[in-house]
């Protein structure tokens, strides 16, 4: 993958999104899901997951009741900064806004409620597709490319979608793309996990041209079993998967790997017999799951 010389202060200023609360009339939705893990209460007490009311601050009509087992999903004409309100027996707590590109999909994993915060680890963009404004593919700097996708709003929110090396830039077909082959207006599909500075970091990005409308080859698929090694060297770990066999997960820059106790980990803290379950993307023509999110566990943990 290329890297990307510094951007000039006006692409970047070009880069933060308007926060308008969600758009009206484009009769696109955009959603957002994830799992409540808990609720720690007033007394220090923990609250049951089940049963949290979940809103969008200013748009009280987009809500729901958490399942028994914490999850949530949420849908509606929202977008740009989008602040969630979580409501449980004896605490309700409001989160740090969440930046929401029109049409997309926003996975908050292991949700914690806390009278004063909202906790959670690098939302997740899922299938955002948008149209590409600029691409820097230039080679003068350690980060990688950048590429800059308006959304599908009428008057477009603009992200910074980045390209590390670890990144997966394939054409609809699957088959590898340079990023010098990236071009304005192309659609774009995005899955990958949004930064506290607005960036998305991109696990996999499928470019087609602008008249295309097919899916993206783009699977996530959930894995669960024993390590067999973990080579931390090239982030490489085979899983023993108690239903798919022998698999290839591959650890990014963009990976959040916790403990048990939801305990943000390295895999240097992986070892070989460990229990092991989360989710990943298998794009285009890979062999290795690229990993999303992933607990580690020790065999004598449940």
Aim: with cysteine.
């Amino acid at each position: 993958m290329k890297a990307v010389r510094k951007l000039c202060p006006l692409l970047l200023a070009a880069c933060v999104a308007c926060a308008d609360g969600g758009p009206v009339g484009t009769g696109i939705s955009s959603s957002i899901s994830g799992n409540v893990a808990a609720v720690d209460t007033t007394s220090g007490a923990m609250g049951s997951v089940a049963g949290v009311h979940v809103s969008v601050a200013g748009s009280p009509e987009v809500q729901t009741t958490t399942g028994d087992d914490g999850a949530f999903a949420l849908s509606g004409p929202f977008s740009g900064n989008v602040t969630l309100r979580f409501s449980a027996q004896q605490v309700t707590a409001i989160s740090e806004p969440i930046d929401v590109p029109l049409g997309s999909e926003v996975v908050l994993d292991d949700v914690v409620i806390r009278p004063d915060a909202v906790e959670f680890v690098k939302p997740q963009l899922r299938r955002f597709v948008g149209r590409v404004a600029f691409t820097d593919c230039a080679t003068d700097s350690a980060d990688a490319a950048v590429i800059l996708v308006n959304d599908r709003k009428v008057t477009a929110n603009q992200f910074m979608v980045q390209l590390t090396v670890d990144s997966v830039l394939i054409n609809g077909d699957g088959s590898t793309l340079p990023c010098e082959q990236v071009h304005d207006t192309d659609a774009i599909f995005i899955e990958g996990v949004i930064l506290p500075d607005r960036t998305i970091l991109a696990i996999a990005v499928v470019v087609t041209p602008a008249a295309t409308t097919q899916a993206p080859p783009v699977r996530e698929i959930r894995f669960r079993g024993t390590v067999a090694i973990a080579s931390c060297a090239e982030d490489l770990i085979l899983l023993r998967d108690d239903v798919a066999g022998p698999q290839v997960l591959r650890l990014l820059r963009a990976s959040t790997i916790v403990n048990a106790d939801l305990q943000a980990i390295t895999c240097e803290d992986i070892d070989a017999g460990d229990r092991m379950e989360g989710k990943g993307l298998r794009a285009g023509r890979l062999d290795a799951l690229q990993v999303i999110r992933a607990t580690v566990r020790t065999p004598m943990q449940p």
